[in-house]
């Protein structure tokens, strides 16, 4: 009998260490990313030597906040055969990344995680938690949200009626409710037009509309060489009155993109900008 409880305890500590020895194995030594926000996640988080390639996006300095630190991995353009060649163990997607390139990698047994986007700061923390885990760096990934909420706390705005803000992109698009640029805004002390007037999600603001509702602050990404006919708005008469009468931003839009820690870099500009408006009396 005894030697029957005995075979069963070995039994059950050989499963145990097996157990073990599998999730010491399950981190991913050739990692593939083919999404911006991932690959800036990924950047981040990753060992050295872990991360073999990001997409051509990464090392976009008009799209990523990480174009610099990109350079120094070889780059794909997320397509599935290029993929492939480079024998991942993990692909790392958005969920809206080439869905053919996603489902062929699929087919071939390589494993791909999607991300959804990042629509809060909330969810900023959730995808740098998800990216760790996936890594195998759950300490470092404990150690970045710790890092991101201490240098928010210390950007946390002036107290009081926050002044209005409207962000106004190319073709009247602007961004309202349930959105990453949103919580952006709102930490760094503003209050979201576009919320006001009823939108969630992204969606067109009607010039009109911007004008009258005379926002504090107007905050326009900042245009590029060749402009197109999507920017002729920007150039509006009546956005250039706005403009001269009330204050205005230009941004760069790679902090305001992705959920990662450099969201606060957007943050931080917006606090110096609520500190000139307080200071002016608005």
């Not at 759950?138 to 009081?160: K, N, P, T, V, Y």
């Amino acid at each position: 009998m005894w030697g029957c409880v005995r075979l069963s305890r070995v039994i059950t500590l050989g499963l145990a260490l097996a157990v073990a020895g599998a999730g010491a194995m399950a981190e991913p030594a050739r990692v593939v990313s083919i999404n911006l926000c991932t690959d800036q996640l990924a950047m981040l988080l990753a060992a050295p030597g872990q991360l073999v390639s990001v997409s051509d996006l990464a090392a976009d300095p008009v799209s990523s906040a990480m174009a610099d630190e990109a350079r120094s991995y070889p780059v794909n353009h997320a397509r599935a055969e290029e993929v492939y060649l480079l024998h991942p163990d993990l692909v790392l997607a958005g969920r809206y990344t080439a869905r053919a390139t996603v489902d062929m990698l699929r087919r071939t047994g390589i494993e791909v995680v999607e991300f959804a986007p990042a629509n809060s700061l909330s969810d900023t923390r959730d995808r740098i938690a998800q990216m760790a885990a996936l890594l195998g760096r759950e300490a470092e990934g404990a150690a970045l949200i710790a890092r991101f909420d201490a240098d928010l706390a210390a950007l946390q705005a002036a107290s009081g009626d926050a002044p209005r803000a409207a962000l106004y992109h190319p073709n009247g698009y602007t961004l309202g409710a349930g959105t990453l640029a949103n919580d952006i805004l709102r930490a760094g002390g503003f209050a979201n037009v576009a919320a006001e007037l009823g939108h969630h999600g992204g969606g067109t603001l009607p010039l009109e509309a911007l004008v009258m509702a005379a926002p504090d602050l107007l905050i326009s990404a900042e245009t590029l060489p060749g402009a197109s006919r999507s920017e002729e708005v920007l150039v509006h008469p009546a956005l250039e009155d706005l403009r001269a009468s009330h204050a205005a931003l230009r941004i760069a839009s790679p902090d305001w993109i992705c959920g990662t820690p450099h969201l606060l870099g957007a943050v931080e500009g917006l606090v110096a900008v609520r500190q000139t408006l307080d200071g002016a009396g608005r």
